[in-house]
């Protein structure tokens, strides 16, 4: 069964930086792509991006554009999702999902990862 | 901006039958934009329930149904179990790469 395994949760200081992870298991991970989704507390899920870790080949919701940077590492099977100054409205729940193309939907989510920016 | 628009609530009795819809701010919803449906319980990760307008994910029993009403996507519950009682959220693909999720239906079974 094919996981995505994230990593733990995150305190910050505002203006920090962070990366986090998304571990695929399984020997498919390159012929997926991985995204992010992004839910606030309370709130609804939002789409960042997307990344296909065979070449890193990345889309940006444009929202999320210039706020975040998504990257792979298909040699470790591990999607990333960084950012290089926090804020205090990044406090979220990230999760990852693989891309299916056929039929153009999420089928595997990881756990999510909860980060939260608080001085 | 493309906006999704969802309800953001809706109640149904137990063994009832309930249709939530997925809409477009400008435009109709159709197959070609490739609407899925997710469930998310609280605290929990979202699980996929419909994919490509009507397509059932692996184990959603058969009382989950997607379609096309009209100008939109729409999610029918046909008998209503009380595990049920969740947030749905419909997603449509815009191409590129790019998905735009609804704000989500807080669907109450009482």
């Known amino acids: 069964e094919v996981q995505l395994v994230q990593s733990g949760a995150e305190v910050k200081k505002p203006g920090e930086s962070l990366k986090i992870s998304c571990k695929g298991s399984?020997?498919?991970?390159?012929?997926?792509?991985i995204g992010w989704v992004r839910q606030r507390p309370g709130k609804g899920l939002e789409w960042m991006g997307i990344?296909?870790?065979?070449?890193?080949?990345?889309r940006y919701s444009p929202s999320f554009q210039g706020q975040v940077t998504i990257s792979a590492d298909k040699s470790i099977s591990t999607a990333y999702l960084q950012w290089s100054s926090l804020k205090a409205s990044d406090t979220a729940m990230y999760y990852c999902?693989?891309?299916?193309?056929?039929?153009?939907?999420?089928?595997?989510w990881g756990k999510g990862t909860s980060v939260t920016v608080s001085s | 901006q493309t906006v999704v628009t969802q309800e953001p609530s809706f109640s149904v009795s137990p063994g009832g039958t309930v249709t939530l819809t997925c809409g477009l701010s400008?435009?109709?919803?159709?197959?070609?934009?490739?609407p899925s449906w997710y469930q998310q319980t609280p605290g929990q990760a979202p699980r996929t329930l419909i994919y490509?307008?009507?397509t059932h994910s692996s184990g959603v029993p058969d009382r989950f149904s997607g379609s096309i009403l009209g100008n939109k996507a729409a999610l029918t519950i046909t008998g209503a179990q009380a595990d049920d009682e969740s947030d749905y959220y419909c997603?449509?693909?815009?191409?590129?790469?790019?998905?735009?999720f609804g704000g989500g239906t807080k669907l109450t079974v009482l």
């Open positions: 997603v449509l693909y815009m191409g590129g790469g790019i998905w735009v």
């Open positions: 490509n307008t009507n």
């Open positions: 990344v296909y870790p065979a070449d890193s080949d990345t």
């Open positions: 400008s435009g109709s919803v159709s197959t070609n934009y490739y």
């Open positions: 999902a693989r891309r299916v193309s056929n039929g153009e939907y999420m089928d595997v």
């Open positions: 399984g020997n498919t991970f390159t012929k997926y792509w």
